[in-house]
């Protein structure tokens, strides 16, 4: 990989506080909240007031959500947020799927049918939740789901996925940014460099990796 | 200018008639493959069959007779061993009975192969309009089987002496299997599909996944949900692996259910799908059998009509010879495609005979077109002088001009 100049980065100046400010989103974007607060105890920092709104709530949401105790999370995400769920289909029917997968890996396969014929039947009229559904059913085919072609479905990938989901949902919902500033650093940064390719042209500015700038 | 079908000639020499049945012989062959194909699998079955049963048998007994008790104690054990061996002796008696009804089978079967041989080696000699009459019988028999007209085909094969020339007993076989599906039970046509495993693995068949398929519906469509579980775990997980799309979307009726009115999901629920079943077990057993999937009957007919077929025939000219001059025929050719002619066949309108070089075409001065023969003659009769049968027109046979056809 071509390196860019290191002398280029000395004329620019990175205030302590900054760094510190991207490092506490983080913390408090994904409810760190026990090692923001060493962290702020560490630099001498205070917290900021609005960091500390609803995280308690958020935290529990998330775990409920990795634990895959959806119905849970549900409840309190109603309690934090209400009408977040009414308002976002993709989310609820993504939370609702959640709760039949755990019953699935539980071999509970009647109260599977009973709450996918109750719950997830509404969502039937619409063309792509039908196709997840699909999905979602055919793992009652087989003894063993974990071993299916649908086995990603109870991987702890995908309940992540969903939590991070629910959680810029329930940030957005509270006016608060959807992605921690670390995120939105590179994201910039990555679409920069793709600006930068396009205008001086290819071979000078490699795509950026946030993978490979870290191994430097 | 006319445009018509060539007709053979009344009278053939002895060369050339002999020449048609060379060529016949060697389209029979071709067109002939059921013919000799369906009786050579039947028997290639039976034989198989019978090879399994007597193998199975044996091994029973063979192991039975190892586990004999010991004799060499008193009279109790001595005893004993008798009544076993006796026992094993029965057992094979009842073997070798079944083993003549399957050799009588299998003598049925080749007698069966034999008389088709002898039919196609009768296609270069004996009686031309026999064998046409002999070949029409058998494809109206197929038809009818095809059809389900078992009675009527029995009955035709038997008044016509020609039993060992259709299959029967082939598509009897086949109406068992029909009759169930068509009574919404899968269990013969499984079992046909057990019998027939490495063959319709190795054709790739999907014939006994969508039967589980439909088994399953009709689980859900019962409400019996968890039994439907229990069987998609048994008997359609199996086939996830290459046929993943249908089973999640059969699997998917779990939730919607036969009340739903999701589209994709409705279908499954409905009579047809019966029906779709029968027509693959049909398409699979007549794979099988090396039979045509369509009947003869119409493969005959597609192809005869394709060659009379052409643009002149629909322009209203048609000639009463021809049989698209018929509203029956027209309506079946109308799917059909034109038949290819390169080059012009001409038949006289006076005497129906065919213009060639030695009968060659004759130019009115009014454009109409007649042959050398026809119009001689009247000249001959008439003083030199011949009349247009069309329009009336009257001319000196030595105004006409010759025509030349390409």
Redesign the interface.
């Known amino acids: 990989m071509m390196d860019l100049d290191p002398r280029l980065y000395e004329n620019v100046s990175v205030s302590d506080n900054d760094v510190r400010n991207i490092v506490l989103s983080y913390l408090m974007h994904n409810c760190f909240k026990e090692t923001a607060e060493t962290f702020l105890s560490s630099t001498g920092l205070e917290l900021p007031v609005d960091y500390t709104v609803d995280v308690d709530k958020r935290k529990a949401i998330f775990s409920f959500v990795l634990e895959g105790n959806a119905l849970k999370a549900i409840d309190l995400t109603e309690e934090l947020a209400p009408n977040l769920l009414e308002n976002d289909m993709d989310l609820h029917f993504d939370l609702l799927s959640l709760h039949f997968i755990e019953l699935v890996r539980s071999r509970k396969?009647?109260e599977a049918?009973e709450f996918?014929?109750k719950k997830?039947?509404p969502f039937?009229?619409v063309p792509k939740y039908?196709e997840k559904?699909?999905?979602f059913?055919?793992l009652?085919?087989?003894?063993e789901p974990e071993k299916?072609?649908m086995f990603h479905l109870l991987s702890p990938e995908y309940r992540q996925n969903v939590a991070d989901s629910l959680n810029r949902a329930v940030l957005a919902h509270a006016n608060r940014p959807a992605y921690s500033s670390l995120e939105r650093v590179i994201q910039q940064a990555t679409v920069v460099r793709q600006y930068l390719q396009q205008e001086v042209g290819k071979d000078s500015y490699p795509p950026f990796s946030l993978k490979a700038f870290l191994n430097k | 200018m006319e445009m018509a079908i060539d007709t053979p000639s009344p009278s053939p020499s002895a060369s050339s008639a002999a020449a048609g049945r060379q060529t016949r012989a060697a389209e029979s062959v071709r067109l002939e493959h059921q013919l000799l194909r369906v009786p050579l699998e039947a028997l290639k079955s039976t034989v198989r069959t019978n090879h399994r049963l007597a193998e199975k048998e044996i091994a029973a007994v063979l192991s039975s007779a190892a586990a004999a008790p010991g004799g060499g104690g008193g009279g109790s054990g001595d005893a004993a061993a008798v009544d076993h061996l006796t026992s094993l002796v029965s057992r094979l008696h009842g073997l070798k009975r079944k083993m003549e009804e399957g050799a009588r089978a299998e003598e049925l079967q080749v007698q069966r192969c034999r008389a088709r041989l002898n039919r196609l080696a009768s296609a270069s000699s004996g009686d031309d309009a026999e064998w046409e009459e002999l070949r029409l019988k058998r494809i109206l028999v197929d038809y009818m089987l095809r059809m389900s007209y078992y009675d009527t085909a029995a009955n035709l094969a038997e008044t016509s002496g020609i039993q060992d020339l259709v299959d029967v007993d082939v598509f009897l076989d086949a109406k068992r299997v029909i009759d169930s599906l068509q009574n919404k039970e899968i269990a013969p046509a499984l079992a046909w599909c057990a019998e027939n495993r490495s063959r319709l693995k190795k054709s790739k068949s999907k014939l006994e996944f969508f039967l589980r398929l439909q088994e399953f519906v009709e689980l859900v469509k019962a409400k019996n949900f968890m039994h439907a579980i229990a069987y998609a775990r048994k008997y359609l997980s199996p086939w996830g692996a290459t046929h993943m799309k249908e089973l999640q979307r059969v699997t998917a009726t779990l939730v919607f259910r036969s009340s739903t009115n999701c589209a994709p999901y409705k279908v499954l629920f409905e009579q047809n799908q019966w029906d779709s079943l029968v027509d693959q077990f049909k398409q699979e057993f007549c794979k099988l059998y090396g039979m045509t999937l369509e009947p003869l009957l119409n493969i005959y007919m597609q192809a005869g009509l394709t060659a009379l077929k052409t643009p002149f025939c629909f322009d209203g000219n048609c000639p009463k010879e021809d049989p698209l001059s018929l509203p029956g025929f027209r309506k079946l050719a109308e799917p059909l495609p034109f038949s290819k002619q390169h080059h012009s066949k001409l038949v006289c309108y006076i005497t129906k005979e065919l213009m060639d070089t030695e009968n060659p075409p004759l130019v009115f001065p009014n454009g109409y077109v007649y042959s050398t023969k026809a119009l001689d003659e009247m000249a001959k009769k008439n003083g030199g002088k011949v009349t247009c049968p069309r329009t009336g027109d009257i001319c000196n046979y030595t105004d006409l001009v010759k025509a030349y056809i390409s």
């Open positions: 396969c009647t049918l996918g014929q997830l039947t039937g009229k039908v559904l699909e999905d059913m055919a009652l085919a087989y003894e299916s072609p």
